[in-house]
């Protein structure tokens, strides 16, 4: 393990100057990377190509997608096997990340894998550059993903496999991908073995069975050799920066748009509302005499209550028995 380790390519001081070299210039990509997202990028780069599957663990809003959509157009350039990327992330996210992917990325060939009418996709999915997909949908589809093969497996947010006993864990593990890489603000929340699971699904074995690594790092509170210990065995593979030590490549404001979609249920509600609406607006319109403009704004109020969520619809607007989820609530939770 110690012989491993030092053949760890250093991790970028936040202060150095991003090196000019190739490894840097991302071929396609549309923006402007600050200094430590070029720094980043680069460390990433030479991991995986020294075969290291490392954890990007920049706070949030310091770019990891940015950095990743880079890395990924870095890599693509780079030749090897034409083979697609794949993306999970929470449900709540693939809409941003197909939107930063577009911004970022225009002649990237993207294609997210939702929906109930997905199944007609899979069929495309080797022609792709980009595949994004969401973790509950991994576990559903987990047969046609074991079936294909990806160049990078990015998991983000991917505090959703710190469980080893999840589904979402051992669906994520059972891809087929000849590298791999972890994005999370957090990838200690809780307890140790969060970071066992983790890296069990990066590099397994570089922590020994999760039976031994509770044994030796499962109570670390008044242990500071072995915290260290930890510390030393897993830091390399992990870039970490805070705002507070990038600040000065950082704007006065920073002002991110996030998109999302809603699931099924929230969609099928707001198409029935949308059409019920125009229907009864049609009518209101139609009829001889008053104003009905109230009629018509109560309409599109209601629709962008469902948007923000259906409990601000009236009861009777809800279909009996169920009440559909909120894909800007959920957003508003992984943000937070």
């Known amino acids: 393990l110690q012989s491993g380790m030092r053949k760890l390519p250093e991790k970028p001081a936040v202060d150095a100057a991003a090196p000019d070299d190739e490894a840097v210039a991302a071929p396609g990509f549309h923006g402007t990377l ?28 310091l770019g990891k997608t940015v950095q990743t959509l880079a890395l990924l157009a870095i890599r693509r350039a780079t030749g090897g096997d034409r083979l697609p990327d794949l993306v999970v992330c929470p449900t709540s996210l693939v809409e941003n990340w197909l939107q930063e992917a577009a911004r970022f990325l225009p002649e990237l060939r993207t294609l997210a894998l939702r929906g109930a009418q997905r199944e007609r996709l899979w069929p495309s ?34 505090q959703h496999i710190k469980n080893p006993d999840t589904a979402n ?37 570089l922590l020994g069975s999760r039976a031994g690594f509770q044994r030796r790092y499962g109570e670390l509170s008044d242990q500071p050799e072995r915290r260290a210990e930890l510390a030393a065995i897993t830091g390399p593979l992990i870039l970490r920066r805070r705002k507070t ?27 029935d509302l949308l059409a019920s609406g125009r229907d009864q607006c049609r009518q209101l319109l139609g009829a001889a005499g008053g104003n009905r403009r109230f009629e018509v704004l109560t309409a ?37």
């Open 245 to 271: 030590e990038v600040a000065r490549d950082l704007p006065p404001k920073i002002e991110q748009v996030v998109y999302c979609e809603m699931d099924e249920a929230q969609q099928a509600l707001y198409d």
């Open 125 to 158: 999915v080797p022609e792709m550059d980009l595949v994004v997909t969401s973790y509950t949908l991994v576990r559903r589809d987990l047969p046609h993903y074991q079936q294909l093969q990806f160049r990078h497996l990015v998991l983000d947010e991917a």
């Open 300 to 336: 599109l109020l209601r629709l962008r209550q469902l948007c923000c969520h259906p409990r601000l619809l009236p009861r009777e607007l809800l279909p009996p028995g169920s009440e559909p989820g909120s894909a800007k609530t959920e957003l508003l939770q992984e943000l937070l």
């Open 34 to 61: 600050r200094g430590y997202q070029r720094l980043g990028v680069a460390w990433l780069d030479r991991m995986l190509r020294e075969n290291f599957n490392p954890v990007l663990a920049d706070e949030m809003g």
């Open 169 to 205: 864990a051992r669906s994520c593990k059972a891809i087929p991908a000849r590298h791999c890489l972890v994005l999370t603000g957090t990838p200690l929340e809780n307890r140790p073995e969060e970071l066992w699971a983790i890296f069990d699904f990066l590099q397994p074995g």
